[in-house]
């Protein structure tokens, strides 16, 4: 596709795809010229056209140029790239489930480039191609330095897909996390962006104005084999701490891996932060090479189809659902475990409805006990809903990296108090509640659906658990969910339904060390409690009670995190 400035409209030149025109008509003032036989959209819309190109470009190279650069734009149009194609893993996987045949591929190209970005379209198992290749190369100690909420789920996979021993860094370990390694108990290491200081940083000569040649690191971080980069778009500024501080543990590293669904969130120039902490610039024919040949023109954009091809030849990968569709089941869920911050009120809460549990157990009435489960029921909602409130921080951090790579998501929860804080944070987002008119869900609907700078829909799950159409995202994030199997499909289905182009991803945030654990497991162990029982609310609750008695009675505090 060729985008030429004239005036006060850009001109879309390209060969004729329904899906391009489809994204293209979701653009409000764009026009067809029938005669010319081309699209023009005004310049004020031009954040929502660099958005199509940015998720047409793996197939439809986007080259951007003024009404004197459309010559040389279409000259580059002529040029034929043919991007390299990922082969098949050349030995066993080695992990404890079998991975999909495009993420083998993906593990295969790894293990080929070493130093590399997978951007993969969320959703297609980034974080399990990035272990393996780690796992098969035996690059160990590994570092994962990846956003606060995901700390715990990364420690979680590593030990879901392989046999290796994953830990978080926390203060109790700030000088002391080497002997684990070193006495073999652990061999992966996980640091959130904003502690990469605390752990790996001896000092820093200036107080103000002071680049990486002034920091000076802990010898420690000559330990790691290898250093995965989770959402290494947080390091498109150079200027950052998090930019610098992972190019100096980076330095000299044999694998290095970026994950990230959106390698540009503004302009090429963004991927040289993340280039040179894989210490690729080289290939591009370093700094001011790539910035003349790249970053030139008017949008600082130029020549994207030969910089597509060279970072795919060099260093980078990239899958959309809609392309391994035949490899991916309908639904893709997964399980984000986070850490709450009302951890005391949390404890009392518990501890008040353990308390209460042991007088129910004891009831030797029959008529007292059946009494007393509805109170039960209200302390374990209590329970949840303590839970619910103490996971939005972490919520709210998944949410604002997941937005950057353009997608839309919808979010399911019950509280009002938590919907009211998902608005506060995100005052683009629609919401459906009970406490919106018909008119207004209708509403809220209608532009999560059409309008392309609506990309969160914040949903209750009873007022939208069922009968509505979202089928704009393939994404689904349960920040608080149902008690049954049934109910979950139901929510989870709003998305996947027809006209949904796309595998549908569910994620699922529990609490660490909370009940949603424990309820989690309940609606897997019981996937058909919902016929299993009368459809009665009283025959509902009985069931959840003596459940939740008895892994409470049990001090299981096991957390499965396998598929529903």
């Known amino acids: 596709m060729n985008i030429i400035l004239k005036s006060n409209v850009f001109e879309l030149q390209f060969r004729y795809r329904p899906m391009i025109v489809g994204k ?9 010229d029938s005669v010319r036989k081309i699209w023009t959209v005004p ?18 190279p986007v080259t951007w140029g003024t009404g004197d650069q459309h010559v040389a734009a279409r000259q580059e149009e002529d040029v034929a790239y043919e991007l390299p194609e990922l ?3 050349d030995r066993p996987h080695g992990l404890k489930i079998a991975p999909y045949p495009y993420q083998l591929e993906g593990i295969q190209r790894g293990l080929e480039l070493k130093r590399f970005m997978n951007t993969d379209e969320p959703g297609l198992g980034k974080t399990l191609q990035s272990i393996a290749t780690i796992n098969l190369a035996n690059a160990f100690p590994c570092l994962v330095i990846c956003p606060s909420s995901l700390k715990i789920n990364w420690e979680r996979e590593w030990h879901k897909f392989t046999d290796k021993k994953a830990m978080v860094l926390s203060d109790n370990v700030r000088d002391t996390w080497p002997f684990f390694w070193q006495t073999g108990m652990y061999q992966v290491f996980i640091v959130n962006y904003e502690s ?27 330990l790691f084999k290898s250093v995965i980069i989770d959402e290494s778009h947080r390091c498109k500024s150079s200027s950052t701490q998090q930019a610098k501080f992972s190019k100096g543990i980076c330095k000299g590293k044999e694998y290095i891996i970026e994950l990230t669904g959106t390698p540009v969130v503004n302009k090429p120039k963004d991927l040289v932060p993340q280039l040179s902490i894989l210490e690729r610039m080289d290939d591009f024919g370093g700094y001011k090479s790539f910035v003349d040949r790249y970053c030139a023109g008017p949008n600082e954009a130029s020549n994207l189809k030969e910089l597509n091809f060279k970072l795919w030849t060099n260093c980078m990968f990239r899958r ?12 893709v869920r997964q399980v984000l475990t986070c850490e709450i911050t009302n951890r005391k009120e949390y404890k009392d809460a518990e501890n008040d409805l353990i308390s209460y549990l042991q007088k129910y157990k004891d ?9 007393m489960k509805g109170e039960v029921m209200v302390r374990i909602n209590i329970l949840r809903q303590v839970a619910a409130r103490g996971k939005v921080k972490e919520v709210i951090e998944f949410v604002k990296d997941f937005r950057e790579n353009g997608q839309k998501i919808i979010l399911f929860c019950s509280l009002h108090e938590v919907v009211d804080q998902l608005k506060m944070h995100f005052p683009t987002a629609v919401s459906v509640t009970g406490r919106d008119s018909s008119d207004e869900k209708q509403a809220a609907v209608d532009a999560f659906q059409n309008n392309p700078k609506v990309d969160i829909i914040i949903c209750s ?4 658990g069922v009968g509505l159409t979202l089928t704009a995202s393939s994404n689904v994030a349960f920040v608080e969910f149902p008690w049954t199997y049934a109910d979950c499909c139901q929510c989870e289905d709003r998305a996947h339904r027809i006209g949904q182009k796309n595998a549908v991803t569910i994620y699922y945030f529990l609490g660490k060390s909370t009940i949603d654990g424990k309820i989690y497991r309940i609606i897997q162990t019981k996937k058909n409690i919902a016929n299993a029982v009368t459809g009665s609310t009283e025959a509902i609750e009985e069931n ?15 957390e499965d995190n396998d598929d529903l």
Not at 43 to 59: D, G
Not at 320 to 331: F, G, I, N
Not at 363 to 371: F, L, N, Q, S
Request: net charge positive; no cysteine.
């Open 363 to 371: 009831a030797d009435d029959e008529k007292i006990a059946r009494a």
């Open 461 to 464: 799950i009873k007022a939208a």
């Open 43 to 60: 310049v004020s819309k031009r954040i929502e056209l660099e958005r199509l190109a940015y998720q047409i470009r793996q197939f439809e």
């Open 196 to 222: 990469l200081k605390k752990y790996f940083v001896q000092r820093i000569k200036k107080a103000e104005g002071w680049t990486l040649r002034d920091v000076e690191f802990r010898q420690t971080i000559n």
């Open 320 to 331: 959309e659902k809609s392309l391994v569709l035949k490899d991916l089941p309908d639904k």
């Open 24 to 32: 293209i008509k979701q653009i409000e003032g764009r026009k067809y």
């Open 544 to 558: 959840i009670v003596d459940m939740i008695a008895n892994i409470f009675n049990s001090n299981d505090d096991e």
């Open 87 to 89: 082969k098949a893993l």
